[in-house]
């Protein structure tokens, strides 16, 4: 909560960035372990969402606005903030995201940053794709939890890395799970070049 504080109602982010986000950016693995941490890293990628951040203390937040000391726009320390944690929150996913696709917890972190973090968070999404393997893979709920999260995605773009990236052999043995299947028919759904994709799997279809 004090951090929080301090990244909504302080106006000297380079301050901040220095003495409060420095240790939040060099403490990642512990916050994504720990329920309090999580907590504080959805309210700094996503700001006052209540989606993200409980009502109450999105209120007890907004009466720190009002101190005399806080002159600029809270939206404007909200994208500098935004902006100063954002490199260190994709590398860590990008780097670790075998174990946060472990748990359902760790793996909800996935689409929140690829939704609200600043930068390439194309890196999170690759990296993602590469851990699709087998349809015993896209059966473990944090991952399906993740995925479905990503293409029900407003402008998402993951179903298009999907076909870029993997190639058909292996997207058509993801049908062979029920969750891998469901992943499959919302990447056709989204469009592209689906044409030979669907032809594989009804092509499969028949032979088995």
Not at 158 to 182: F, H, K, Y
Request: with cysteine.
């Amino acid at each position: 909560a004090v951090v929080s504080t301090q990244s909504t109602g302080v106006d000297d982010t380079v301050m901040v960035r220095k003495m409060v986000l420095g240790e939040v950016t060099a403490e990642l693995d512990a916050l994504v372990m720990s329920i309090s941490g999580r907590k504080l890293l959805r309210y700094l990628l996503a700001g006052r969402e209540s989606s993200q951040t409980h009502t109450q203390v999105i209120e007890s937040l907004r009466v720190g606005e009002g101190n005399a000391i806080s002159k600029n726009d809270p939206e404007v320390r909200r994208g500098e903030i935004l902006s100063a944690v954002s490199p260190a929150v994709i590398t860590y996913c990008k780097e670790n995201i075998e174990s946060l696709l472990l748990d359902n917890s760790t793996a909800s972190l996935i689409p929140l940053v690829v939704e609200h973090a600043k930068g390439d968070v194309g890196e999170v999404l690759t990296a993602l794709i590469s851990h699709l393997t087998s349809s015993d893979v896209m059966e473990q709920f944090p991952v399906h939890f993740a995925l479905k999260k990503l293409l029900k995605m407003e402008g998402g773009v993951l179903g298009g890395m999907v076909l870029e990236q993997v190639d058909i052999p292996t997207i058509c043995g993801w049908v062979d799970s029920n969750r891998g299947a469901w992943t499959v028919l919302r990447v056709i759904e989204g469009g592209g070049e689906v044409g030979e994709l669907v032809g594989e799997i009804k092509e499969k279809g028949r032979e088995s």
